[in-house]
């Protein structure tokens, strides 16, 4: 499975960005799909994630304390393989590299990063006061 990460970038304070992350490779049934992020000097940090299907279109999703309400984590449906993250309301600490990560819905909690099986390359998001 690769994971192709992309929509990063400098925004003011309030503003607005979306991260868009393409799944490739082995097809999987099942699957949790969704973002970390890691700010210098700190431990990664769980964004927000959903647990999808291949053959349905709707989803159970997840969001870190730190994001609910300003974050929006989605699938497009018409290809099952693209997950976004609209992100709102930025503040200066959303500041980080944003990495998107795949994992099976059996492996554990999906809050621990040490359960997910693939990551993307990381897409710098800067948030300026």
């Known amino acids: 499975v690769q994971l192709q990460a992309s929509g990063g970038g400098l925004v003011q304070a309030g503003n607005s960005l979306r991260l868009s992350c393409a799944r490739s490779?082995?097809?999987?049934?099942?699957?949790?799909m969704g973002w970390f992020r890691q700010a210098p000097g700190k431990e990664r940090e769980f964004v927000a994630a959903g647990g999808w299907s291949s053959w349905s279109t709707g989803g159970t999703i997840y969001y870190g304390e730190s994001v609910k309400g300003r974050f929006t984590i989605s699938r497009d449906n018409t290809n099952k393989n693209t997950v976004y993250l609209q992100m709102s309301s930025l503040k200066p600490e959303d500041t980080a590299v944003y990495y998107c990560?795949?994992?099976?819905?059996?492996?554990?909690?999906?809050?621990?990063?040490?359960?997910?099986?693939?990551w993307g390359q990381g897409t710098q998001v800067t948030v300026s006061s």
């Open positions: 990560v795949v994992k099976s819905p059996a492996s554990g909690d999906h809050r621990d990063p040490k359960t997910y099986d693939y």
């Open positions: 490779g082995r097809t999987l049934p099942t699957y949790v």
